[in-house]
């Protein structure tokens, strides 16, 4: 195996005064370009390392006993630093995510007891308490979509260094794939960019920007980058952006994770591709996985756009029965968690898991190729019939109406992105519609009107605002 991404001495030696990292200081007027080498990175991660050490050693009585340390997620050089310093010193890093409220930050730093919180490199020392933590322990992430649940993904140094390694392989990454930063970092997929480009001496550029400023495309031009990332809602804004407006001389490829592309923007992204001489992978993964766990080809992108191609480099897919009509995809590999954490005493624990039960609906072509068709949760039974809700959305899809869908047996809500409603037609309209569609009585389904489909950072639908959006219309509904 190749040397950690963490080991900033051997990426010094390596790639000494090649860019790691450009980040940015606001002073009020303007933003400030900092550029730190590969060189002057380990000297700022050798620092890091005496300054939590020094935190450390007034108030805790075994010095050497990991610690749990929390990192405000966010694009700076100091979080970037100290999440590397923390690695190499092997304590248990956890990625904060700061649009938590306070009080659930709070919650979940009361509940793990927290040793150190890092903001931007100031170091607060919260707990002194001496934890058994499991030796192979190197960094909790919560699962995709989380909101301040204390259910955290245990990962160890070989998960962590496994997938950096066969991601890197899987997209032939090498020193001149810059990339600029579009994904939160308490967010696996985001957290994994920076692994893998870090690991091979590219130039990170680190970026707060949203995708719709100025300032974005701008430094995409500026620092020629040849690597961009995102979920789905990004390649949305992409797409209402006009792909053939922007600047993307420079572009190597495009990558999308984090959730299910819809068809007919996997072939309009891979065509604009195409056109230009740039390379679009579409990826699957899950956090409990590390990050990710298949590619497809690009050259497969075109006649197989709904695939999530087949493992990456040393992992392995299978599916297995769920029914007479289903089978969930199942994985296995080096990446695979240690098992997942619901309070302290989960921290010691060693590796659980050996296989992944992915909670995916799948199946698999001649060629090998992986297919998902819906979650295993994202299904209801009305009057024994069972729904799946991803077929409901397509269906509304191909109306031109957004809709998102949620449920339990026997209700089924459909939530209708406003804008995308035909003028002339009411919800009633579409409620008729579902009914047909299914073939179930009305009384069965909720409607409901929203202006934007609510999206967590992560890109991750926001489902417990959705909940909000129906509690409130039936409270209103019942006072009436």
């Not at 080498?37 to 050798?46: F, P, T």
């Not at 050089?77 to 010193?89: F, G, K, T």
């Not at 407006?245 to 495009?254: D, G, H, K, P, T």
């Amino acid at each position: 195996m190749n040397k950690a991404y963490w080991q900033t001495q051997h990426l010094a030696k390596q790639y000494r005064d090649n860019i790691a990292l450009i980040s940015f200081q606001d002073n009020g007027q303007e933003s400030i370009e900092q550029k730190t080498s590969y060189q002057d990175l380990h000297h700022l991660v050798e620092q890091a390392k005496s300054a939590i050490s020094q935190h450390i050693m007034p108030a805790l009585p075994n010095k050497k006993n990991k610690q749990l340390i929390m990192l405000v997620a966010r694009h700076t050089l100091n979080s970037l630093v100290y999440y590397l310093a923390a690695l190499q010193l092997k304590h248990v890093i956890w990625w904060l995510d700061n649009d938590l409220s306070k009080e659930k930050q709070l919650k979940l730093i009361r509940h793990y007891q927290v040793n150190l919180l890092i903001d931007d490199g100031v170091i607060t020392l919260l707990s002194t308490v001496e934890h058994k933590l499991n030796n192979d322990l190197a960094l909790l992430n919560t699962t995709s979509g989380s909101t301040g649940s204390p259910a955290l993904v245990r990962l160890s140094y070989q998960n962590l260094q496994n997938n950096c390694q066969a991601i890197c392989e899987a997209l032939a990454l090498n020193a001149s794939d810059s990339v600029l930063t579009t994904l939160p970092l308490h967010y696996s997929f985001g957290l994994s960019i920076i692994n893998t480009h870090l690991s091979q001496g590219t130039t990170i550029v680190l970026n707060e920007q949203g995708l719709m400023t100025r300032n974005f495309w701008q430094r995409v031009k500026l620092y020629n980058i040849r690597c961009l990332y995102g979920v789905p809602n990004v390649y949305d804004m992409l797409l209402k952006l006009k792909l053939t407006r922007l600047s993307l001389n420079s572009l190597r490829f495009f990558a999308v994770a984090g959730g299910k592309l819809a068809v007919e923007k996997v072939t309009a992204i891979n065509n604009w591709c195409l056109a230009h001489g740039k390379l679009f992978f579409v990826m699957y993964g899950q956090t409990e996985a590390t990050a990710r766990i298949s590619i497809l080809s690009p050259e497969k992108v075109s006649h197989k756009p709904s695939s999530v191609g087949q493992a990456l480099q040393g992992g392995k897919l299978w599916l297995e029965s769920v029914d007479a009509d289903n089978a969930q995809l199942c994985y296995s590999g080096e990446n695979v968690m240690m098992g997942i954490a619901n309070g302290i005493a989960d921290l010691s624990l060693p590796a659980q898991v050996a296989t992944l039960t992915t909670g995916d609906l799948a199946y698999q072509d001649e060629e090998g190729d992986f297919y998902i068709v819906g979650r295993l949760k994202r299904f209801i039974k009305i009057l024994g019939q069972r729904i799946n809700l991803d077929e409901v959305e397509h269906f509304f899809t191909e109306q031109k109406v957004t809709t998102v869908c949620t449920g339990r047996d026997d209700l089924l809500c459909c939530y209708f992105v406003m804008s995308t409603m035909a003028n002339e037609q009411g919800i009633e309209f579409y409620k008729k519609l579902l009914s047909q569609f299914l073939n179930i009585h009305s009384s069965y389904c909720l409607c409901f009107m929203i202006d934007k489909i609510p999206y967590f950072s992560s890109g991750k639908i926001n489902y417990a605002y959705l909940e909000q959006v129906k509690e409130s219309v039936l409270s209103k509904k019942e006072a009436n």
